[in-house]
């Protein structure tokens, strides 16, 4: 056995090299630009936390969303991860990556390339102290069995089809809300934890998820084969989820595009609270405010475009330079003054630096 189950490496195993540790940056780039800019803000040892954290999430979300593989066993692999996680059991990363072998896409790029990697993110996981790792731990292991327990419903139907808003807030906690739990739980173990409102905690994961299930709902469909949009929203619209790539029924769709988008804007004031309780320390705040930024200016994207949004795969999203603009307001030393001046511009407007004066030279 590569390792000891959910603890770390077992007796003779080599610890993780420091190239190990750097990789694990690496990858989280590889998989998610945006969430590797938060990362980059903050400082260590939160940084290396965070980065292994969210990769153990990352391998539970690859292996949910592959339409290639069934459902059911998909659910399976995900229950195994969670064995492999549990202190108690004796599934280690080599049962998980010989469960998922007979299933591992040929083409599956870089997220397949960090399930192949698992015993490596285990291994820098097992080099953190016990209380870090149970931080982590509780995390992954309900977001993995939350998801395979959506799997199993909705597996005669080969993806998933929310059907009620609250179906869909409770999925969105599963895959959004436990990464934002993540942080929490990171932060009370380096003793800057803010006492959010767990509520407000929730609201600020449901900005972010809604927010990305509203632009990303064609893509949704064409690469999982999900369709997260409510069952009975759409029916009010005079449509259904077979239907949201039907040209006929864009409009229709459109609408409850908005109204997803209209939700997650509902949370935005949560989403400010809980900001609120996040330090100003070791860059947590700027890591947190980045994606709050972001997005806001997704929602105001999806204003005006929500027909894009389904009748194009990634067409609304949020320009190179304002996303390069907003990581560098982050990184200039972010307060909270400073925060609600730019969520007030990225509401408006693309936001973009101010223009330098003759007298800052």
Same mark, same amino acid.
């Given at each position: 056995?590569s390792?000891?189950?959910?603890?770390?490496?077992?007796?003779? &195993? $080599?610890?993780?090299?420091?190239?190990?540790? %750097?990789?694990?940056?690496?990858?989280?780039?590889?998989?998610?630009?945006?969430? %590797?800019? $938060?990362?980059?803000?903050?400082e260590?040892?939160?940084?290396?936390?965070?980065?292994?954290?969210?990769?153990?999430?990352?391998?539970?979300?690859?292996?949910?969303?592959?339409?290639?593989?069934?459902?059911r066993?998909?659910?399976d692999?995900?229950?195994?991860?969670?064995?492999?996680?549990?202190?108690?059991?004796?599934?280690?990363?080599?049962?998980?990556?010989?469960?998922?072998?007979?299933?591992?896409?040929?083409?599956?790029?870089?997220?397949?390339?960090?399930?192949?990697?698992?015993?490596?993110?285990?291994?820098?996981?097992?080099?953190?102290?016990?209380?870090?790792?149970? %931080?982590?731990r509780?995390?992954?292991?309900?977001?993995?069995?939350?998801?395979?327990?959506?799997?199993?419903?909705? &597996?005669?139907?080969?993806?998933?089809?929310?059907e009620?808003?609250?179906?869909?807030?409770?999925?969105?906690?599963?895959?959004?809300?436990?990464?934002?739990?993540?942080?929490?739980?990171?932060?009370?173990?380096?003793?800057?934890?803010?006492?959010?409102d767990p509520?407000?905690?929730?609201?600020?994961?449901?900005?972010?998820?809604?927010?990305?299930?509203?632009?990303?709902?064609?893509?949704?469909?064409?690469t999982?084969?999900?369709?997260?949009?409510?069952?009975?929203?759409?029916?009010e619209?005079?449509?259904?989820?077979?239907?949201?790539?039907?040209?006929?029924?864009?409009d %229709?769709?459109?609408?409850?595009?908005?109204?997803?988008?209209?939700?997650?804007?509902?949370?935005?004031?949560?989403?400010?609270?809980?900001?609120?309780?996040?330090?100003?320390?070791a860059?947590?705040?700027?890591?947190?405010?980045?994606?709050?930024?972001?997005?806001?200016?997704?929602?105001?994207?999806?204003?005006?475009?929500?027909?894009?949004?389904?009748?194009?795969?990634?067409?609304?999203?949020?320009?190179?330079?304002?996303?390069?603009?907003?990581?560098? &307001?982050?990184?200039?030393?972010?307060?909270?003054?400073?925060?609600?001046?730019?969520?007030?511009?990225?509401?408006?407007?693309?936001?973009?630096?101010?223009?330098? $004066?003759?007298?800052?030279?």
């Amino acid at each position: 056995m590569s390792n000891t189950p959910g603890e770390g490496p077992a007796a003779g &195993a $080599s610890p993780p090299t420091d190239a190990d540790r %750097a990789w694990t940056f690496e990858a989280v780039e590889s998989v998610s630009r945006t969430f %590797a800019l $938060s990362i980059e803000l903050l400082e260590e040892p939160v940084a290396s936390w965070v980065c292994t954290g969210y990769l153990l999430c990352r391998i539970a979300d690859t292996v949910e969303d592959d339409p290639s593989i069934p459902p059911r066993e998909r659910a399976d692999l995900l229950e195994t991860y969670d064995a492999v996680l549990d202190p108690e059991d004796p599934t280690d990363a080599d049962d998980f990556l010989a469960a998922v072998a007979p299933h591992r896409p040929d083409d599956g790029g870089d997220d397949w390339a960090v399930v192949d990697r698992t015993p490596r993110v285990l291994a820098v996981f097992g080099s953190f102290d016990p209380t870090v790792r149970a %931080a982590m731990r509780e995390v992954v292991r309900e977001m993995a069995t939350g998801m395979a327990e959506f799997l199993r419903e909705y &597996a005669d139907r080969g993806g998933l089809r929310l059907e009620t808003v609250e179906e869909l807030e409770e999925y969105c906690w599963y895959v959004a809300g436990t990464v934002g739990k993540l942080f929490s739980n990171l932060l009370a173990v380096h003793g800057t934890d803010g006492e959010a409102d767990p509520e407000d905690a929730r609201q600020f994961a449901l900005l972010l998820q809604l927010v990305n299930i509203a632009k990303d709902v064609r893509d949704d469909y064409a690469t999982e084969n999900n369709v997260y949009l409510p069952g009975e929203w759409l029916r009010e619209e005079g449509t259904d989820h077979e239907s949201v790539a039907d040209p006929d029924s864009a409009d %229709a769709v459109a609408r409850v595009v908005r109204r997803v988008t209209d939700r997650a804007a509902g949370y935005a004031p949560g989403a400010r609270r809980y900001l609120d309780t996040v330090p100003g320390d070791a860059g947590l705040l700027p890591a947190a405010a980045l994606p709050y930024l972001l997005a806001l200016a997704t929602v105001r994207e999806l204003d005006g475009r929500a027909r894009e949004a389904v009748t194009s795969r990634g067409a609304v999203k949020i320009d190179r330079a304002e996303v390069k603009a907003l990581y560098a &307001a982050a990184d200039g030393g972010l307060d909270h003054e400073e925060l609600d001046r730019l969520a007030a511009a990225v509401r408006e407007e693309p936001y973009r630096p101010p223009a330098r $004066s003759e007298t800052d030279d």
